[in-house]
């Protein structure tokens, strides 16, 4: 079901992505070569207990295995989904961090700082059922000097973003989204993941409409005033299809080695346009 969100609710997730942007602001700076990676999930958690926020994806439902982190963090041909893990980043790596993350939280009525992330079972208890104020946000970051391949890939995912936020308008199609995402990428020789896709947020994670990053103008559903959409391209420098971990169900990669880039930003559809909720004050703040 698409629901229409109000002004509560919007306002409730844009404190959400307020704190989310604070998140990959202060990972811009921490990230360089010689870094564990699993020390942006350690700033994360930290950061989490410290201003009372639940870190949501502990505990997704999957296939074979639950999520068991606050971040995903992918590296070079890694699309989606992975784990972070003890890694020396290496000069010219790509690094993707996306997370899902509450609106800081009322102590009286849960005290974040208490639970025990490392316990999936009961961070279920607390984060599957949770619907309060919520945000989506992936930043991709390059560590050290990259390579050219690697500085355009991420130039053209970041601009994929804003040239697909800019069809999010009231009256246009969820395929106007995706069909200039994709016309974009694909004229500069990039393939456009089509087996993971944007979406609805709010009153949980992943709601209704599904925002693919390809399609066709003017097809699929309208777009109206008051929806919540996540848009994440995710752009790959060969194919654009993808492989997944069959040991835990999670981690995608590149089918044929290539990099891949991903962007996502949450925004709320306006009658003036759309407004960037997860926004780090910098480009396309619409």
């Known amino acids: 079901m698409i629901t229409i969100k109000s002004q509560r609710e919007i306002e409730a997730m844009d404190r959400a ?3 989310l942007a604070s998140i990959h ?7 360089k070569p010689g870094m564990d990676m699993w020390e942006v999930e350690e700033y994360v958690r930290k950061r989490c207990k410290e201003e009372n926020v639940l870190p949501l994806q502990i505990g997704v439902d999957g296939h074979l295995m639950d999520y068991p982190y606050a971040t995903c963090c992918g590296l070079n041909d890694e699309v989606a989904h992975a784990f972070p893990r003890h890694y020396l980043l290496k000069e010219g790596d790509l690094l993707k961090v996306d997370m899902v ?3 800081p939280l009322d102590k009286s009525v849960l005290d974040v700082s208490k639970l025990d992330f490392n316990n999936i079972e009961l961070m279920k208890k607390y984060t599957v059922d949770y619907t309060g104020g919520l945000a989506d946000s992936c930043w991709a970051y390059a560590v050290g000097q990259v390579s ?3 500085t355009d890939l991420m130039n053209v995912t970041k601009e994929c973003l804003y040239v697909g936020i800019q069809q999010a308008q009231v009256g246009n199609r969820i395929g106007d989204i995706g069909a200039a995402i994709q016309e974009y990428a694909e004229k500069r020789g990039y393939g456009v993941v089509r087996d993971l896709v944007g979406h609805g947020v709010g009153p949980t994670m992943h709601e209704e409409p599904m925002v693919p990053h390809f399609g066709r103008a003017g097809r699929g559903l309208r777009l109206k005033e008051g929806m919540v959409l ?4 995710m752009i790959n420098t060969g194919t654009w299809e993808i492989d997944t971990d069959l040991k835990t169900g999670w ?3 590149t089918l044929d080695g290539g990099l891949s880039c991903q962007y996502e930003h949450q925004f709320v559809i306006t009658k003036d346009g759309p407004r960037i909720l997860t926004s780090q004050g910098e480009e396309g703040s619409y």
């Open 17 to 19: 992505g307020d704190f």
């Open 25 to 31: 602001i202060g990972l811009r700076d921490m990230i």
């Open 101 to 103: 993350l509450s609106e």
């Open 148 to 150: 050219q391949e690697v």
């Open 230 to 233: 996540t848009i994440e391209p």
């Open 251 to 253: 981690a995608h990669k």
